[in-house]
């Protein structure tokens, strides 16, 4: 679920936005001034929450960017396979097979608890607690 749209020029560094779909968070905006005859520039260098990759945007100063809904929640691991981990949500009771990067790999064990983020409908490992 989208929270808000912003423009091209409100998106500061931090701000996690949705660039072709995938939930990003911006690194860098450089603005560039109006012209005689156009509007402004915006050249976003994001990041990718999931997979970590940079992405590079231009567009026009006053384009619209989807804010996305985060939401972070707590689970407990129950197993853990070769790049996901089976996790029981910690409010709900649900249990999930999720994700988590390269770097949890040495952190992830059965019985830790971790903090997953869902945006819209993405889910995946953040921490360890």
Not at 45 to 68: N, Q
Not at 79 to 91: G, I, K, P, Y
Request: charged fraction near 30%; hydrophobic fraction near 40%; proline fraction near 3%.
């Amino acid at each position: 679920m989208v929270l808000r749209l912003i423009n091209a020029t409100g998106a500061k560094p931090g701000t996690t936005i949705l660039v072709d779909g995938e939930a990003c968070t911006v690194r860098s905006n450089d603005i560039s001034k109006t012209g005689k005859h156009g509007a402004s520039k915006c050249r976003i260098e994001a990041i990718s929450v999931f997979t970590g990759k940079k992405k590079i945007v231009s567009v026009p100063g006053d384009s619209r960017f989807d804010v996305p809904n985060i939401e972070k929640r707590k689970a407990q691991i129950l197993s853990v396979s070769e790049n996901t981990a089976s996790v029981m949500d910690l409010e709900s009771f649900e249990t999930i097979d999720l994700v988590y990067a390269e770097d949890l790999k040495d952190q992830i064990a059965p019985e830790k608890q971790v903090e997953y983020w869902d945006i819209e409908g993405k889910k995946a490992i953040m921490r360890v607690m």
